[in-house]
């Protein structure tokens, strides 16, 4: 079969790239080697997870909350087994959502490994052994991402494991040890603490979500300590067994001191490798770097016709800018000149309460000398969170000194996931702070704390505290 785009993986970037190639006209091939599309995201990542973290929140509202909503309810207990057979038709319906796509763009679908040939021919080797060969004008890597496991302790999937693991339990852990207190480790630590576990967190730098700003960081160890989850920021791990009941984990802090600890599990989440295995780079004179598909500022890759996208290539691992440079991708070759901002691309934790952030960090700032105010506005002052019982939290606005630009916005708080495309339409449209706080914002909502951060960014003078 000859097309004019090959896709190869289905998650996020894969998928998105593939239905754009389509509604321009170009006939499209996707290969997908599970043999369901969606990529790690839909199938064992961002989808499944949101799940598990929403079924125990609703479970920590209904134990702790209910009763003072007068809500009178026998105390309830957690059916984990029900829990799993939700966050499974959650992602089955995401999952089927995404074949349906498939078929309605007339995009066709192939199951297998996809391996180049040459630049212009993929080979598709079946789980049955089947081999199709397909050819093409273009091609688009969206491989995603793996797990990166310890040096020194590879997944066994039974007591050290990884994000894919954790979301199918069979079982509460009584102790879930967390190797990593980044964005999927406060996300699963804090859904198991939720749900009885003691959370302990093992994290090597000195503090929690460490690619944001460092303010979030704070509030967050401090919501989240409110679940009784224990933590050792500045730690290394040094060493961690399975033992066959339980593991066992040491790890030294700053100050040379050892610690052991241990536990049913150890979910070590230290972050994401780029997923090229099986492709066969070589034939077609593409190397990695440091794991990564090199690609010049278009996404093309060192052969002319072949570009890569998502986990694979430079930036966040994110679904979302793996989205936006499919769309991208896709646009250049049918003439098109889109554009990415990548300092726009927010980052979020579904943690609750939730972080977002968008832009530079304070931290950022200062390393480049660059001239900043700041504002920010506690959720404890607004009369929303006041009324929901959601009242930890911040929202923190960066803007520049002389000309009030916002250059970045940062929240900690309840709905701060939806929150922040406020700030990333501001900052496309080079809004001040002051143009956010003389815009009419809805009373009483969560957003009003955005006005109030950006009147304090302003003027120093946010109207209720």
């Known amino acids: 079969m000859q097309y004019n785009v090959i896709v190869i993986g289905s998650g996020p970037g894969g998928y998105v790239a593939a239905i754009r190639c389509a509604q321009l006209g170009f006939k499209t091939a996707i290969i997908e080697k599970y043999n369901t599309l969606g990529g790690t ?4 990542g961002c989808i499944p ?5 929403d079924s125990s929140e609703h479970f920590v509202n209904a134990k702790n909350h209910f009763k003072e909503h007068g809500i009178d309810i026998p105390s309830p207990k957690v059916n984990f087994t029900q829990m799993i057979k939700r966050k499974e038709g959650v992602v089955k319906s995401n999952v089927d959502g995404i074949a349906y796509l498939m078929k309605k763009n007339k995009i066709e679908v192939y199951q297998g490994v996809g391996a180049f040939v040459d630049n212009k021919t993929i080979k598709v080797t079946a789980t ?43 079982e509460v852990p009584k102790r879930l040890i967390v190797v990593g207190g980044g964005v999927i480790g406060m996300e699963l630590g804090s859904v198991y603490a939720r749900l009885g576990s003691k959370v302990i967190v093992v994290e090597f730098l000195e503090s929690l979500i460490p690619t944001m700003d460092g303010t979030m960081g704070k509030e967050l160890l401090k919501a989240t300590k409110k679940l009784d989850m224990e933590f050792y920021l500045g730690h290394k791990v040094t060493s961690l067994k399975n033992n066959g009941r339980e593991v066992i984990l040491k790890a030294e802090g700053k100050d040379g001191k050892t610690l052991e600890l241990k536990g049913d599990y150890c979910l070590v989440s230290i972050g994401r490798r780029p997923y090229t295995d099986g492709l066969a780079l070589d034939k077609v004179g593409i190397e990695t770097v440091k794991g990564q598909i090199p690609v010049d500022d278009h996404l093309k890759t060192k052969a002319d016709n072949i570009y890569a996208i998502g986990d694979v290539v430079r930036g966040p691992m994110l679904a979302h800018k793996a989205e936006e440079e499919g769309v991208y991708v896709a646009e250049q070759m049918d003439g098109q000149k889109p554009h990415i901002n990548y300092l726009l691309i927010p980052g979020v934790v579904y943690t609750w309460p939730e972080v977002a952030s968008v832009g530079y960090t304070e931290e950022q700032l200062k390393e480049q000398g660059r001239g900043y105010k700041t504002g920010s506005f506690p959720y404890k002052a607004l009369g929303r969170a006041r009324a929901s019982m959601d009242t930890d939290g911040l929202v ?36 001040s702070a002051e143009d956010i706080s003389r815009m009419s914002h809805a009373h009483p909502t969560y957003m009003e704390a955005v006005k109030e951060a950006c009147l304090a960014a302003t003027a120093n003078r946010p109207l209720h505290m």
Do not use: Y
Request: hydrophobic share 45%.
């Open 49 to 53: 997870s949101k799940a598990l973290l």
């Open 128 to 170: 049955d052994g089947k081999v199709t060969t397909i050819t093409t004008d273009k091609i688009i890597i969206a491989t995603g991402s793996k797990p990166t496991p310890l040096p020194f302790a590879p997944f066994d999937k039974k007591r050290i494991i990884s994000s894919t693991e954790s979301l199918a339990l069979k």
């Open 396 to 431: 923190k606005v960066l803007a520049d000194k002389q000309t009030d630009e916002i250059l970045g916005m940062h929240i900690i708080g309840a709905r701060a996931a939806d929150m922040i495309a406020a700030g990333v339409t501001a900052m496309e449209f080079r809004a």
């Open 41 to 44: 995201c839909l199938n064992v």
